[in-house]
């Protein structure tokens, strides 16, 4: 018989790398990356590269309202995705609501982060019936529908972009807060951290260099989860009239702009914006979703 | 003691492919039993015997296939068997239990249930009342105690031994020619290890079936088998009746196993252990396997031993094995 | 058993109350309660005696305790627009409105359950990956735009169902349901599958972790090893295991259908309780706007209850463990 086979050539493989290669291993979830960067990029980038600043109501031509996508305007401007009811340029409209779905859904996110992961660590450390009590306020706000609480807190507090901010937080809050929670209980128990304080290291040490990273998975994964439903609950509430107002450029607000506009056949006011926030949602949606499944120690054999 | 073996299985290998190259999780592994015999196949972690088992059962997930070899069970090749005729065999003329007795049963499922339908997927007219007759039957046969009442608990109501009792049970069901235990008493406490063990080895002799007893536990095998098959890295390193295996073994790490089982060691001496540990089945060592945790090995252990035998049924794979008698 | 039941129930008394409050504070705290409670186009004279009707000039508490007496008998004001009381007003809506929800998590979990399975089983192959891309496509789609583009394909377009209402009822038991009649289904299916959307692609989702999660375990191997079939594999072995996730998940999951309802009858002008509170906060009608957040808060308490009551009795494990 032969000789044993020859050995395997094989780079070392950090978990970082092989946290890269298994989520590159799905074309969705690069893709997914990939359309969310570009979107970001267009998004940051608005001023620089939307053809008409949408909020300007001296450079609006109500002439050249409901325009179908193609159309130009009396200076020759593109209007590559046609126009709305008041004559904006929807491209250019669209790039800057994607900036605000995407502003408001990242502070909100921060936000609620901030103030969710402060009410996890303080029930994880203090335990007992903080912890209990806590755990218990957490569970009965998840238990309520996000629409609800922000129809609550929207209905009686009125419109403004703060208390939309308000309400997306106080939407997300919990999730963090019970994530990080159970990280914290879990990791505290974990024998490395006991090891560490058997070396002496310090907690500052601890905390950072062997702790965070291993909360960072669920919390990786809550937060694109998180993002991606309050960019789409701001859009609805916009869309419905109890969000952001009129004067900030929402994707929701453009497309009930133009829902009475459908009947009669200028689809494009309320499809493009439509679209586009369904591409940021999707691409965040694709990405997390690997995201999730490449973290989740359930299904590593 | 000549009739034809139940099983035998010529050459098995079983291979995984992963991103960092193909696993060889068996290697040319060959063995066979008869009816009413009991082998003892014995290994660490890694070492593929539950591979074996699971091959003969034909459970292997993929990516996992069988690569090479055949299997043949009273002389039909189980590696060419479509799969609706295996599932057939399944449970009523092959059957495996397995390690942890909480993940045998399905904790959502009434015992009653999963009892029933191991007779039903087999006999689909069977009778309710039928069925449960015989149910009961199973469980008394291994005994447990009222097995009426029994039979409409839920598993996480019974201790560990009862769950692997009932796991018995349901396997010797429609009294298989074949059963395949895996490591099914490492889980347990040692007294009811004992139990449990004598009470395989009584319905195997009583129905002539053909036991593989999967363990990493040599100890075990001692009371149990009559014939073991130690194997290391995806191959068989040595083979042979009991006796001669724990008298007289002759590949070092057969004899690392007996020494270093604490029964054998004396009180105040250092236990003794097999340095290292086995290899990874990605970065395997040329030529002999073991050669990197062997006192014993020199420039010869660079090319690969075969499998030779060096008495009367008694196979080794070693330049060098050990001739002397294994002390007491 | 009981302990357990008891201890929730308190709990949903409890944080009842506590919604009643936070709805109290909102309503009346904050601004001016006259505005809120008196029909603004009301001239001064009217208000004083409002105000002294009201007992506005009384203490909070005595206020907040009028308030939760006069909410337990059912009454929660009159509408400024319709001038009948509020809670009236949007029972009278409910029906619709459970109509929808109801239809809409039948289609999520008909069809979720089983593609989910599907594609928990083989997560690589063509099917299994269309339904999982189609299933994160489902859950990122926003509702309302979803709804319009419905509308623009299905009946503006191509002409074959309507666009928008309720079609033609009958009465079943007491109360008016379109489920029966053609007409009915046909206004129906637009505005279910709208709502559903959402919910099919969470179903699918969970269904597809669990499979996958259960597929893996040695139970499967043992069952597998009894000589058991693919069939009675997945329909029961697995079934009766991601179950239990997906019942808690669909429980909780209908009380924000029947929220989320609000958006559906918006887009397809469906006379249910969504589409009056989303007018009502238009025109700032704040009792009727009170009667909606009072209901529906409590609906979804007993939602929660409920499912909490059915999850312990469907795994044996809790419901023992309970019994200690």
């Known amino acids: 018989m032969s000789l044993a086979a020859a050995p395997v050539d094989r780079r070392a493989e950090t978990p970082w790398r092989r946290l890269l290669a298994e989520f590159a291993g799905s074309r969705l979830a690069v893709l997914g990356l990939a359309l969310f960067v570009i979107i970001l990029s267009l998004a940051l980038l608005a001023p620089l590269v939307a053809p008409q600043d949408p909020y300007d109501l001296a450079k609006l031509d109500l002439l050249d309202s409901r325009l179908p996508p193609g159309s130009h305007a009396a200076d020759g401007m593109l209007y590559a995705l046609g126009t709305d009811d008041q004559g904006r340029d929807l491209f250019s409209a669209i790039l800057y609501g994607l900036r605000t779905s995407l502003w408001v859904g990242a502070g909100s996110a921060v936000v609620a982060l901030a103030i969710g992961a402060a009410v996890g660590m303080v029930a994880a450390y203090a335990g007992g019936r903080l912890d209990a009590f806590l755990m218990r306020i957490v569970d009965i706000q998840l238990s309520f529908p996000a629409i609800l609480v922000a129809l609550i807190l929207l209905a009686l507090l009125g419109r403004g972009v703060g208390k939309i901010l308000l309400a997306l937080v106080t939407v997300q809050w919990a999730y963090y807060a019970r994530t990080v929670r159970g990280t914290a209980l879990v990791e505290r128990q974990r024998e490395y951290v006991e090891a560490a304080r058997c070396l002496a290291l310090p907690t500052h040490r601890i905390v950072f260099r062997h702790l965070l990273p291993n909360c960072l998975p669920p919390l990786i994964v809550v937060v694109t989860v998180q993002v991606a439903h309050a960019i789409a609950l701001e859009a609805t509430l916009s869309f419905l009239g109890i969000g952001l107002p009129v004067t900030q450029p929402s994707l929701g607000l453009l497309v009930a702009n133009g829902y009475q506009y459908m009947l009669s056949g200028d689809y494009w006011i309320s499809f493009f914006p439509g679209f586009a926030l369904l591409l940021l949602i999707v691409s965040i949606n694709l990405a997390g979703d690997r995201l999730r499944d490449v973290l989740n120690p359930r299904l590593r054999r | 003691m000549s009739a034809e073996p139940t099983l035998f299985v010529d050459g098995l290998e079983v291979q995984f492919p992963t991103r960092a190259g193909i696993v060889r999780a068996v290697d040319g592994v060959s063995l066979a039993v008869r009816p009413g015999e009991v082998l003892g196949l014995v290994g660490e972690s890694g070492s593929g015997k539950t591979m074996i088992g699971l091959s003969v059962i034909r459970l292997i997930d993929p990516p996992g296939r069988i690569a090479a070899g055949h299997i043949l069970f009273r002389g039909e090749d189980l590696t060419r068997l479509p799969e609706p005729r295996m599932r057939a065999l399944r449970g009523v003329r092959i059957a495996m239990m397995f390690q942890d007795p909480m993940m045998t049963l399905n904790p959502v499922l009434r015992l009653d249930t999963q009892i029933v339908e191991a007779l039903t997927a087999h006999v689909p007219r069977m009778a309710a009342a039928e069925a449960r007759r015989r149910a009961v039957a199973a469980l008394a046969r291994v005994g447990i105690p009222s097995p009426e009442e029994r039979l409409r608990a839920y598993p996480h109501q019974l201790s560990g031994g009862m769950r692997q009792r009932v796991a018995i049970a349901i396997a010797l069901l429609h009294r298989p020619e074949l059963l395949i235990a895996d490591e099914p008493t490492t889980a347990l406490d040692v007294t009811i290890q004992a139990q449990i063990l004598s009470e395989v080895q009584g319905l195997c002799r009583e129905y002539g079936t053909a036991l593989i007893w999967i363990t990493h536990d040599l100890s075990v095998v001692a009371g149990l088998a009559d014939s073991v098959v130690v194997l290391y890295a995806g191959q068989v390193v040595e083979s042979g009746p009991l006796g001669d295996i724990l008298d007289r073994a002759m590949h070092p790490y057969t004899r690392g196993l007996i020494d270093s089982v604490p029964s054998r060691n004396r009180r105040g001496v250092p236990l003794r252990q097999i340095a290292g540990m086995a290899p990874s089945p990605l970065d395997l060592p040329s030529g002999c396997r073991f050669r990197e945790r062997c006192g014993r090995a020199d420039a010869a252990c660079l090319a690969m031993p075969e499998l030779a035998e060096a008495a009367p049924g008694h196979a080794v794979r070693c330049f060098h094995p050990v001739r002397d008698a294994a002390p007491a | ?324």
């Open chain 3, 1 to 324: 058993m009981t302990a357990f039941v008891i201890r929730r129930l308190l709990q949903s008394v409890v944080v009842m109350l506590a919604m009643s409050v936070i709805v109290f504070a909102g309503v009346f705290a904050i601004g001016n309660p006259v505005d809120i409670l008196i029909n603004p186009q009301a001239d001064q004279a009217e208000i004083a005696r409002a105000t002294a009707a009201f007992g506005l000039n009384k203490p909070l508490w005595v206020q907040y305790l009028d308030f939760l007496r006069q909410a337990a008998r059912g009454d929660l004001g009159r509408s400024f627009v319709f001038n009948e009381p509020a809670l009236g007003l949007i029972l009278q809506r409910l029906p619709a409105t459970l109509e929808l929800a109801l239809s809409a998590m039948l289609i999520a979990v008909v069809f979720g359950i089983p593609l989910g399975i599907w594609a928990g089983m083989r997560p690589d192959g063509a099917a299994g990956q269309a339904i999982t891309a189609g299933s994160i496509l489902g859950f990122s789609l926003p509702t309302f735009w979803v709804g319009l583009m419905l509308i623009l394909v299905f009946a503006v377009k191509l002409g074959w169902l309507p666009s928008t209402g309720r079609g033609a009822t009958v009465r079943v038991l007491g109360i008016d349901t379109s489920l029966f009649t053609w007409d009915g289904l046909r206004h129906l299916v637009l505005p279910a599958t709208n709502l559903a959307l959402f919910q099919l692609a969470l179903v699918i989702r969970l269904a597809r972790a669990g499979t996958r999660e259960v597929l893996l375990l040695d139970y499967i191997k043992f069952a597998r090893a009894k000589g058991l079939g693919t069939g009675r594999i997945l329909g029961v072995h697995v079934l009766k295991n991601i179950l239990i996730p997906i019942v808690t998940v669909v429980g909780i999951e209908f009380g924000a259908v029947i929220a989320f309802a609000v958006v559906t009858e918006t887009i397809f002008a469906w006379p249910g309780m969504g589409k009056l509170i989303i007018d009502s906060i238009g025109v700032l009608d704040r009792p009727v706007i009170v009667a909606y957040l009072v209901l529906t808060v409590a609906i979804v308490i007993a939602i929660n209850l409920a499912v909490d009551l059915l999850y312990a009795a469907l795994d044996p494990r809790v419901r023992l463990a309970e019994a200690k």
